[in-house]
């Protein structure tokens, strides 16, 4: 049973229902794919993180796009 999570950071409202409904089936097909795995039971989890929650060297994700 292939697991996949995908994590991304919370922009404002975050991800549309559509978007992550997207990202499953993609997710999924791409497993189907290449490794040729049951799409039945293929599990994909999408974790939203806040922007204080991620780091990328050595900072926040909020302060790098507050510079930006």
């Known amino acids: 049973m292939p697991y996949v ?3 991304i950071t919370r922009e404002g409202a975050g991800a549309t229902p559509e978007q992550k409904a ?3 089936r993609g997710a999924t097909q791409l497993l189907v ?3 040729d795995k049951n799409p039945n039971t ?3 989890v999408i974790d939203e993180v806040e922007t204080d ?3 990328v060297g050595g900072e926040t994700i909020t302060v790098r796009r507050q510079r930006e």
Do not use: A, S
């Open 5 to 7: 999570n995908i994590k």
């Open 22 to 24: 997207e990202l499953i």
């Open 33 to 35: 794919d290449v490794l």
């Open 42 to 44: 293929t599990v994909v």
């Open 53 to 55: 929650n991620w780091g």
